[in-house]
């Protein structure tokens, strides 16, 4: 196998989204979806590489934020404002 890293590109908004996502699957009893001990270590290194560069994951307004997203991306107009 190579050893390259693979990007994925995700817009701000998808990004926010999938965080968000991420830390309450991270949260729950997972071993009902996530039942391959060797998929936590991508499912954790996604999510803290989100956590380090998703803009606004910690302001105060966080709340707001992530709800505009999700409509944003719900209706079809990624990462637009």
Do not use: C
Request: no cysteine; aromatic share 4%.
């Amino acid at each position: 196998m190579e050893n390259t890293e693979i990007t994925i590109k995700l817009t701000p908004d998808e990004a926010l989204v999938l965080s968000d996502w991420l830390e309450r699957v991270q949260m729950t009893d997972l071993s009902r979806l996530v039942d391959d001990p060797a998929a936590w270590a991508p499912i954790h290194r996604l999510a803290g590489t989100l956590d380090k560069t998703v803009p606004g994951i910690f302001a105060a307004d966080y709340a707001e934020r992530l709800e505009a997203a999700r409509r944003r991306l719900t209706s079809g107009s990624l990462g637009e404002e």
